[in-house]
Structures are given as structure tokens and as C-alpha cells.
């Protein structure tokens, strides 16, 4: 804005006036950040084309004797700022990333009109602001052709366990997930995956355990097809959550309350009791507000060894705590043939914000033929070290902090174990830095 000429004197010839000088700093502070908001918008104004010399000012705190009169003007004329619901643009405030962001999307929906040099920072800004784009809704379509039709993802993890009757383990684990924008419509997904061991023979193994195609007939409508994940059960697949997923096929509903997924296909991977079995499932859920209902139903099919498993899950949240449990049923097993859990937690670590926490504590009873040999997302190894006996009841308590930014550390004990047949239960816990890119 355009700053002004001001005189000061000195009280009785020594001392300056303490209270202008406040004012004159905080004037000049004033035209530090709104030159900080108006050059952001300039670069960005830089892009655009054909701006008019008598675009209209809409904007009430800004006048024609403003030095960025015109820039904002213009701006506002091709829709690219769109100031404040009272009429006003603000300029005194510092731009958020989120508002910046905003820009670059009305700028990518103008791209048709720019030239090389134009497109190619864009494309820069698109790329720094991929976060922000997304949260805003921008179609990944839109922001993913700003880089290649590629987004790129991951997370890596550094683990120690203390397993029960097994010793302790010390490995590490990298993800890298690449997605490529087809159309509109359709994209397809990779991950490379890598784990290492850092104790005992130190292998180091490199796979690509997830490459599908998703192609959405609607906004409620997907279908996936290829090498994919699945998981059963809370706590990220306290039942059965396979390494490797399963290669088959996915149709998927949602509308924001519900979600419906069915699909078939052959578990993937060489996993102790479910390897390369055949496997049809169904998923739903529906959110109230008050409390999210779940129910699955999958098969397991491989000559005469078959499973047919029902379940049905509740989450109810309180303020910040979550109360929740399920029960599930192996149809198909005479006896032996159940499963439940029953838990609470409190908090939420969200991975954007440092100091965040959360806990979670749950009780599991689990019998024999519910047990597929531990294939869970939790990492302790108390389910697969007492896979043998008839009936495993054990606590676990699970802990998540965020350190920084994308980064978390994780723990989890699993304690007071009672194995059906066998003395002496062990407890078992791990720790481990999780970081993801």
C-alpha cells in the first residue's frame, strides 16, 4: 500500500516520542506483510495473460491510491483472488499456504492460457503445493499433470520387537507407492516394497506388492483391479491383514456415510495358513455421527481347507476417547470358532502436527480356528507365537506420538497372554520410528 511521509520531533531536544515510534514500526510492519501477501500474488500474477488496465476494484479496503491497486485489481477481474466474504482483500494479513494454494488452483483451471515459460512454473508451484491442492479437492488428475501424470508417496520404518519365545528382531522397512494419472477416470497404483534385517542373517528383500488399476464410473462407483491390499478387523487389521494382499478383482461403494465393497481373488504371498487360497469377500460400514457400525463376511478356499468367516464391528466415539470391539464366527470350524476384542483409546496423532498423541488399550480372545497365524497390523508376535493353542486371550496397549512433521513414533506391549495348553506365556512389545514422504 502506498506508505506516507511522516515528520517526528524529539521531546525537549533529547528524546524521541516513544509513542509515535511505536506506531511508525508498527505502520512499517503493516507495509512488510502486505508486500510479503502482494509479492506471492504477483509471481503468481506473472502466469496470467491479457490483464486489463481498467479492471473494476472489488474490494473495499483497497483503493486507487494503493501502490498494488492494479495488480489486485486485475487479479480479482480473472478470478483468480476472490478476497473475503465482508468485501474486503486483507492485504495487512500474511498469505497461508492454504490461500496461496487456492490461487494456484484457479491458475491450473487457466493453464490453456499460458505459455511455455508460464506453464513450467506452475507446474513448480503446483508441485510445491501439492498437500494444500489436494486437501482443497483439486482433482488429482489436474495436480498429477503438473508433474509427469506421476505422484510420488511413502513411508519408511525402523523397528525393534521383543517377541514372545522368539528372541528380538531389529529390522527396517521402506514403501514407495507411484501413481499415474490415466484420464479423468482412471489411474493406476504401484508400491515397491523393501525390508531389511539388521540382526541374524541381515537379508535384505525387494518386491512390488501392490499394482492395480482403479477406474471410477462415478463418484460412488470404483473398480479395482490387480494386486491390492485387504485387511479385517480394527486397529489396521487386528484379524487378518496379509503382507501382500490379494490379485484379483474390487467393485467399491461410497456416498459419505456408507461404504460397500465386494470383491475376489487369490490371497497373495507365502504366509502360513493362507497362502495362495481363493478368497470372496464383502465389506460395509455406515457412519451415524454417534457410533460407525461395520460387517465383513470373507471365504478362504484351497481344496478341502476352507473358512467362512462373519463379523461385525462398532466404533463410538466420546470427545476424544473411541470405544470399540467386534466380534467374528468361523462358520465352518465345529469348535473353536470364535473371536472378539474389546478396547478404548483416547486421542489422535495426527501425522501434520507435532505433539500429538494418542492411546489405545484392548482385550483379545481369540480360538483356534480364528487364528490365521497372526497376519495382523499390530506388530507385536503374540498371536503367532500361540497359534497352536485352542483358545489365546492376552491385553495389548498401543501408543502413538508425533515427533515432527511425518514423523511418529510407535509402541505396543502385549501382555498377561493366557495360551491354552502352554506354560509360561511370555510378553511381548516393540517400538519403532515411522516416517513418511
Known amino acids: 500500500m502506498k506508505s506516507k511521509q511522516r515528520k517526528h520531533g524529539h ?76 468485501g474486503t482483500f486483507k492485504g495487512e494479513r500474511n498469505m497461508t499456504r492454504y490461500e496461496l494454494a487456492q490461487i494456484v488452483a484457479r491458475l491450473m483451471a487457466k493453464e490453456d492460457q499460458l505459455n511455455a515459460e508460464q506453464q513450467a512454473t506452475l507446474d513448480k508451484l503446483a508441485g510445491e503445493y501439492a498437500d494444500e491442492l489436494a486437501n482443497l479437492g483439486v482433482r488429482v488428475s489436474n495436480l498429477e499433470k503438473k508433474v509427469g501424470n506421476l505422484y510420488w508417496s511413502g513411508d519408511a520404518r525402523m523397528r525393534y520387537q ?58 460412488e462407483v470404483a ?7 485387504i485387511a479385517f478387523g480394527n486397529q489396521g487389521g487386528w484379524l487378518i491383514k496379509p503382507n501382500k494382499g490379494y490379485d484379483g478383482a474390487q467393485v467399491a461403494y461410497t456416498n459419505g456415510k456408507l ?14 495358513g493362507l497362502a495362495d487360497k481363493d478368497l470372496y469377500f464383502a465389506q460395509g460400514a455406515y457412519n451415524f455421527g454417534f457410533a460407525k457400525l461395520d460387517a465383513n463376511y470373507f471365504a478362504t478356499k484351497e481344496s478341502n ?8 464391528g462398532l466404533n463410538v466415539p466420546v470427545q476424544k476417547f473411541n470405544v470399540f470391539g467386534e466380534y467374528w464366527k468361523n462358520t465352518t470350524a465345529k469348535d473353536n470358532d470364535t473371536a472378539w476384542n474389546a478396547g478404548l483409546s483416547y486421542g489422535k496423532a495426527d501425522w501434520k502436527k507435532a505433539g500429538t498423541w494418542d492411546l489405545a488399550v484392548a482385550y483379545n480372545d481369540i480360538d483356534k480356528e480364528m487364528n490365521f497365524s497372526g497376519l495382523t497390523g499390530l506388530q507385536t508376535n503374540v498371536i503367532s507365537a500361540y497359534k497352536a493353542a485352542n483358545n489365546l486371550t492376552y491385553w495389548n496397549a498401543l501408543a502413538n506420538v508425533t515427533l515432527q512433521k511425518n514423523v511418529q513414533l510407535h509402541a505396543e506391549y502385549a501382555f498377561a497372554a493366557d495360551a491354552e495348553g502352554v506354560n509360561d506365556e511370555e510378553d511381548s512389545w516393540t517400538v519403532s520410528l515411522n516416517y513418511k514422504f
Open 11 to 86: 521531546s525537549s531536544g533529547a528524546f524521541m516520542d516513544v509513542d509515535f515510534e511505536k506506531k511508525k514500526q508498527h505502520f512499517f510492519q503493516r507495509e512488510i506483510t502486505i508486500m510479503k501477501k502482494i509479492l506471492a500474488l504477483a509471481a503468481v500474477a506473472a502466469l496470467t495473460a491479457g490483464v486489463s488496465a481498467y479492471a473494476a476494484n472489488p474490494f473495499s479496503d483497497v483503493t486507487a491510491d494503493d501502490w498494488a491497486y492494479q495488480a489486485v485489481s486485475d487479479l480479482s477481474a480473472q478470478g483468480v483472488v476472490e478476497g473475503y466474504p465482508d
Open 162 to 219: 521383543d517377541k514372545a519365545e522368539a528372541g528380538d528382531a531389529w529390522n527396517g522397512r521402506i514403501r514407495l507407492n507411484v501413481k499415474g494419472q490415466v484420464n479423468e477416470s482412471t489411474y493406476v497404483q504401484g508400491r515397491f516394497l523393501n525390508e531389511m534385517d539388521f540382526k541374524g542373517n541381515g537379508d535384505s528383500t525387494t518386491s512390488m506388492d501392490q499394482l492395480y488399476v482403479n477406474h471410477n464410473f462415478s463418484k
Open 223 to 229: 473398480v479395482r483391479l490387480g494386486r491390492q491390499p
Open 259 to 272: 461404504a460397500l465393497a465386494t470383491g475376489f481373488g487369490q490371497l497373495n504371498g507365502k504366509e502360513a
Open 305 to 312: 481347507d476352507n473358512d467362512e468367516v462373519y463379523g461385525i
